[in-house]
Structures are given as C-alpha cells and as structure tokens.
C-alpha cells in the first residue's frame, strides 16, 4: 500500500506532530520521510503555516478588542446621553445644581479615561 503522502504531510505541516511522531503514526521508514520531508521543505512550509495561525489569532484578538472598544464607549455615550437629559430637565425646571453637574462631568471623563487606557493595553 502507497503511503497517503498528502495527509502524512499535512500531519506534519499543519499540527504540533514532530516528524519522529508522524513516522511513528504511519510506519514509514526514517530515512524516507525525511528526504521527502527534505526535498518538499516541509520544515519552512510548516514554520509558515505556523506564522500565518499566529498572525490570524492576532487579527482576531485586535478585531474582538475594537468590538468591545466600540461597545464601551456606545455604553458611555448612553449614559452621558442620559445625563444630558436630566441636566436638560433641571435646566427647563430651574434646578440645576452646578456642583451635580461638575460631579456627572467628572465621573464621566474618569470612565471614559478608565476604558480608554483599558483598551490600549
């Protein structure tokens, strides 16, 4: 029976196997795996391979981070909407507590600020 060339090298290329495991797993010879392996640079192909998933994995990890990004600072423009409303109330009712309002201004800057230095790191 012809050995399954393409998944042996697959095996190797696209997993954590070592060649030892591979020619352990499909019976084959040392020295012929090897040359194949050898004249198919199937250790650049496999270090490749391994740089192309990091690369993926960091794209992932920087897109779910500007998601979480953008959520954060919808949630505080909700909440500074929010208070722009109830500054609005007061305003029109004629009971604006300036300290209040300093206050929210202030606690505001400070999440915003918090999240920001959050999400730079």
Do not use: C
Not at 67 to 78: G, M, P, R, T
Not at 80 to 97: F, P, Y
Request: aromatic share 6%.
């Amino acid at each position: 029976m012809k050995p399954d060339w393409p998944s042996i090298k697959s095996d190797y290329i696209e997993t954590t196997m070592t060649l030892a495991e591979v020619q352990h797993k499909w019976r084959l010879a040392r020295g012929t795996l090897s040359a194949r392996a050898t004249r198919e640079k199937w250790h650049e192909k496999k270090q490749q391979f391994a740089a192309n998933l990091e690369q993926i994995r960091r794209e992932n990890v920087l897109a779910r981070r500007a998601a979480e990004q953008e959520q954060f600072d919808s949630n505080v423009l909700k909440v500074a909407s929010g208070q722009l409303m109830v500054i609005a109330r007061q305003l029109q009712d004629g009971k604006v507590d300036a300290a209040k309002v300093l206050k929210l201004a202030n606690a505001l800057e400070t999440v915003q600020r918090i999240g920001g230095i959050a999400f730079t790191k």
